[in-house]
């Protein structure tokens, strides 16, 4: 992942933007294993200028994604507790 980021990034000149990463999955810990190994990825590259997560409440995002929520029932799950962690903001 990291050669095509290079790659795009140097062979366009374009900034990149992830947009509408949705990890859609009922399983809490393979949700949060999938965003530790993307978003310092995507963090950590020069090309990366911005990361957009589109459904972030549970059950109210787009329907290819359903189990993508971030918040469920009022709670974080893992994955933003740990973005929140990532980002210096409160966990809740």
């Known amino acids: 992942m990291t050669t095509l980021l290079n790659k795009l990034g140097t062979d366009t000149?374009?900034?990149i933007y992830i947009t509408e990463?949705?990890?859609?999955t009922t399983d809490d810990n393979q949700q949060l294993q999938i965003y530790?190994?993307?978003i310092p990825l995507f963090r950590d590259s020069p090309h990366?200028?911005?990361?957009?997560?589109?459904?972030?409440?549970?059950?109210?995002?787009?329907?290819?994604a359903p189990n993508s929520g971030l918040v469920r029932s009022g709670s974080f799950?893992?994955?933003?507790?740990?973005?929140?962690?990532?980002?210096?903001r409160p966990t809740q």
């Open 13 to 15: 000149a374009l900034p």
């Open 21 to 24: 990463m949705d990890i859609s």
């Open 36 to 38: 530790q190994r993307y």
């Open 48 to 64: 990366v200028r911005g990361i957009t997560i589109w459904g972030w409440i549970y059950g109210r995002t787009w329907s290819l």
């Open 77 to 88: 799950r893992p994955a933003m507790t740990w973005l929140m962690q990532q980002l210096g």
